[in-house]
């Protein structure tokens, strides 16, 4: 009867974990231009939407939101899926570390946008591995270079806010950053 009681426990589980898989979707925001009418340039903020972080790392169930990342990570096979996945994993981390920030937790922040930039570091391969399989790329390379633009812009304000060793590592994740511009950059050569 123990045997049957744990089966039917793990098939329950398992189901709920499809549907889950069924119902997860991916979005990206849009977007927005608008045209200047100033003759000299100044500078405008990014019109770049960032999406909602949900749990946020210091939450005590964030290790199951990291757990399903992986998994997705894992079961997307086509890279250009697997860039936009990553890219969107790259901004809720941003937004996420925005978010940490505003909280206090600014060490814990400067840390969550790093691991985002990691993500952001895998959109990019996967965005050159896609466009070596002949797929159109232009779409996914035009958003990795507005959420670059955004993370340079985000970092470097809450870089003039920072204290001590955080602004340090916000620094290195500013350059990480211009690196990763130019990688985007160099996709269409």
Same mark, same amino acid.
């Given at each position: 009867?123990?045997v049957?009681?744990?089966?039917?426990?793990?098939f329950?589980?398992?189901?709920?974990?499809?549907?889950?898989?069924?119902t997860?979707?991916?979005?990206?925001?849009?977007e927005k231009?608008?045209?200047t009418?100033?003759?000299?340039?100044?500078?405008t903020?990014?019109?770049?939407?960032?999406?909602?972080?949900?749990l946020?790392?210091?939450?005590p169930?964030?290790?199951? *939101?990291a #757990?399903?990342?992986k +998994?997705m990570?894992? $079961?997307? /096979?086509?890279p250009?899926?697997? %860039?936009?996945?990553n890219? =969107?994993?790259?901004?809720k981390?941003?937004?996420?570390?925005?978010?940490l920030?505003k909280?206090?937790?600014?060490?814990?922040a400067?840390?969550?946008?790093?691991?985002?930039?990691?993500?952001?570091?895998?959109?990019i391969?996967?965005?050159?591995?896609?466009?070596?399989?002949? *797929?159109? #790329?232009?779409?996914? +390379?035009s958003?990795? $270079?507005? /959420?670059?633009?955004?993370?340079? %812009?985000?970092?470097k304000d =809450?870089?003039?806010?920072?204290?001590?060793?955080?602004?340090?590592?916000?620094?290195?994740s500013?350059q990480?950053?211009?690196d990763?511009?130019?990688?985007?950059?160099?996709?269409n050569?």
């Amino acid at each position: 009867m123990y045997v049957i009681n744990e089966m039917r426990k793990f098939f329950l589980v398992a189901i709920a974990f499809l549907i889950f898989l069924q119902t997860y979707k991916v979005s990206f925001a849009q977007e927005k231009i608008t045209p200047t009418s100033t003759p000299f340039p100044t500078p405008t903020p990014i019109e770049y939407q960032l999406p909602y972080p949900g749990l946020l790392p210091d939450h005590p169930l964030y290790f199951i *939101k990291a #757990v399903r990342d992986k +998994i997705m990570d894992v $079961l997307i /096979s086509d890279p250009f899926k697997k %860039a936009e996945f990553n890219l =969107l994993s790259a901004d809720k981390r941003l937004n996420a570390g925005i978010f940490l920030f505003k909280n206090g937790k600014q060490q814990l922040a400067a840390d969550t946008i790093s691991k985002g930039e990691n993500y952001f570091e895998k959109a990019i391969d996967n965005a050159k591995e896609a466009k070596k399989q002949g *797929k159109d #790329v232009n779409g996914i +390379i035009s958003r990795l $270079l507005l /959420s670059v633009k955004k993370q340079q %812009a985000v970092i470097k304000d =809450l870089e003039n806010k920072a204290s001590g060793k955080v602004t340090q590592s916000l620094n290195l994740s500013l350059q990480r950053a211009t690196d990763l511009e130019k990688q985007v950059n160099t996709i269409n050569l």
